[in-house]
């Protein structure tokens, strides 16, 4: 889990993976929507792609990156006792505020 926080920390890699998210995209798109340079967008690709968060493929003359779903999984699973303790206190919090009388 401490590998996938890594990774997750760096806000430029965040952005990678929300791209990604939308559809697969090729290194130079990317580039240009971080606002980076081609080494430092492969830079962080590498890092992501060493991770298992994104998987790479040729197009022609071009890479294509796309998402890998399972590290967010695994997130997601990591997650998932803290997400219940969050529903259950807001659960609470709406009862609460059902008691208080309208303004």
Known sequence: MAVVFAVLAEPARR???ELLLERPRPVGELVEQLGLSQPGTSKHLRVLREAGFVRQRKDAQRRVYELHSEP???LDRWLAPYRRMWADRLDDLGRHLDTMPDP
């Open 15 to 17: 952005r990678i993976i």
């Open 72 to 74: 967010l999984m695994e």
